[in-house]
């Protein structure tokens, strides 16, 4: 435990504490911080975190890096120190201890700071949930199981057999009934590879178009892909050898054949211009032309009629599977999206803390490093409603959420986000950058999952669509007004040129957000 601070603070930095007898002034240190935050001593609480100026709402004040300890050594050492008051539990069951600023943060049951678990840069990511004021104090909330005797009276006198609130307060080590309360737990423990069988699934799948009817071209679910016309067909086999050794092959269109003969033209597929924006270099010693975009089936055809509809786009392999069946998933994607399902849950009860409708939108970072790679998604985003605050009808949690990701991609340049991993476009690129663009490889959310409180409605559904997201994950139907099997289905209508995949959560989700999300039935999510 922290040092017990019991005497009168003498100003805002400095506090008399009697410690093991003596009695000594302790000193905040200076700290260096220019998101407007700085370290003083409170009377009963020991250190805290302040607000030197005024702060806006919704900015973020600390990013903490965390020190990671094994469950092991936590078991035989941590535990019996003075971490034990500062570690928490990390989602992948390792112990963390926020370094930075982040170990400061006292506790309030009614926060002005909300904190969101980055796994990927191993921080934490602190925000402002108000506008507060120069001097108050920057709380986050712990959990409804306190170790200590909180000094707030609205904290002394809480229930203390209230249900944790879910609203995402560091669940403290030793807190072991908080670390049982996962409901999904039972389906969730085990390796990472298996296949959870569908019916398992704590969601319901939803199927967008019957087997027959992608015989018609027109159901023809496509994507973009860089292709190149080959010139002389002679150098067909040399160009086949180069693009197994360039590692463009990818298995994101093993279901395509990689030539087509068209109206006595050869064009070769390189690789899925979703996952390379940008036009690929060939081979320099082969006479080629620019290689370019063309939109192609992105599934197997499931039967002969399929086949013959999918090759008016480009030749595709038959891969017959028993009707109805959709991809299976691992473990480790279920954990994944429940993750992102906690998420989504946590931040709509802080948007109701704050006087907004509980509806937020969230993309979190890929599950396939691959599709990260290329999405170029290094962080989650998240929308919320702002249209109690804004006054705005537009505001709607997805339409805000697509403007972040618009907005995360107007970042001056990828090498910003992450120098390790962008590399500088080649120059020549550009026209071509201009013309995938168009058809479809720099759509706002492709291949990316949104996991939304509710489902959305119309509007929201077809911004959706429009951003090419790849699926849908809801947890609360909207009967009246939703656009994904509501009152309509968006992504099944005739004539869209994209489906996205849509679920339904269905397990954990009640018993985790309780009245978090209810709205009135007639709401446009
Ligand atoms: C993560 S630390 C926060 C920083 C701590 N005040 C310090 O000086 O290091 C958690 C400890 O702070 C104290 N604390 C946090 N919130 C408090 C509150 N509302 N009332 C009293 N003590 C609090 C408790 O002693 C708790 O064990």
Redesign the pocket.
Known sequence: ??STSTGNAKDNDTVTSKQEGSSSVRRAPYHLNSTGCHIRYIE?????VFASRQLPRNELIEVSPVLLFTPEEYEAHGKYTVLD??TFKWRDGRMALALGLG??????RTPNVSYTLDPDTESIRYTTTRVIEEGEELCIFYGHKL??E???IE?ATREDDEPDDGWGGLSLVGNEEAEDEDPLAFLLDGDDEEIIPEDQLPFVRMKLIDDEAEDEPSAVITEPAWVVDISEPRHTNTLLKWLKQSGLDTPSLAHLKRVRKHDGKTTLLLTSAALSPEAPALPSDIPLSEPYTLDVPKGPALTQEAMKAKATFWPTIYAPRKKGELEPLTRGQVRWAWDAVRTVISEARTAKKRGELPIVAHVPVPYDPEVKESTQLLSPLTGYDTRQSTSHPLRHAVLNLVRNVADYRAQPTDAAREPTTAAPAPSSASSADAEASRNGAHYLLTSLTAFLSHEPCIMCSMALLHSRVKEVFYLRAMDQTGGCGGCACVPKLEGVNHRFAVARWTQGVDALAGDALDVDEATDA
Request: aromatic share 20%; hydrophobic share 25%; no cysteine.
């Open positions: 435990m922290q009963g609480k020991g250190r805290g008051h500062y170990s400061l943060f006292n506790h309030s170790w200590f909180p000094t707030d904290d």
